[in-house]
């Protein structure tokens, strides 16, 4: 019975998030310039948003993973990818050099208020989304396992349709 029920409100999560459209927070970059996140857009090519902490193992791992793809990604269908740190407080200040130390190449805002992690919805972290041309949510992912960024990277494909 309660397997059926978590099916459902997965299932009902999933359709909420597919086709979704961004919200609209005010959040800063790295070097402290103003984006408001409904206007996020890649000249009609997807969009991966990965939300993550300089102290998630996993959300490092992911990042780490798709560093490492990145190029090809970029090469094979243009996606961009914008990773969001939901460092609080004084760890928020760490997020700038330690993008700086893993050299990531994707563009990172800062959501020390969770404004834009409960406007999306997620509650734990990592968590991902595919966003298509259109800046319809597509998909949407909650942690990470070795090898993951595959399946983000499918879905990437898909919004590329």
């Not at 996993?58 to 990042?63: A, D, G, I, T, Y």
């Not at 490492?68 to 990604?73: P, V």
Request: with cysteine; aromatic share 10%.
């Amino acid at each position: 019975m309660f397997k059926k029920i978590f099916l459902s409100a997965a299932l009902a999560l999933a359709s909420f998030s597919a086709m979704a459209e961004l919200p609209s927070v005010l959040l800063k970059d790295i070097d402290g310039k103003t984006v408001d996140t409904a206007t996020l857009s890649n000249d009609g090519k997807p969009i991966v948003i990965s939300f993550f902490a300089t102290w998630c193992k996993p959300c490092n791992r992911e990042l780490k993973a798709i560093q490492e793809q990145y190029e090809d990604w970029q090469d094979e269908t243009g996606v961009k990818v914008i990773a969001v740190s939901i460092d609080e407080g004084s760890e928020a200040q760490k997020v700038k050099p330690f993008v700086g130390r893993k050299g990531y190449e994707f563009q990172v805002l800062l959501d020390p208020n969770h404004d834009f992690k409960r406007a999306m919805g997620v509650n734990d972290i990592p968590h991902a989304f595919v966003v298509d041309g259109n800046g319809n949510i597509t998909w949407s992912h909650q942690g990470y396992v070795d090898g993951g960024e595959a399946d983000v990277y499918e879905e990437v494909k898909k919004a590329c349709k």
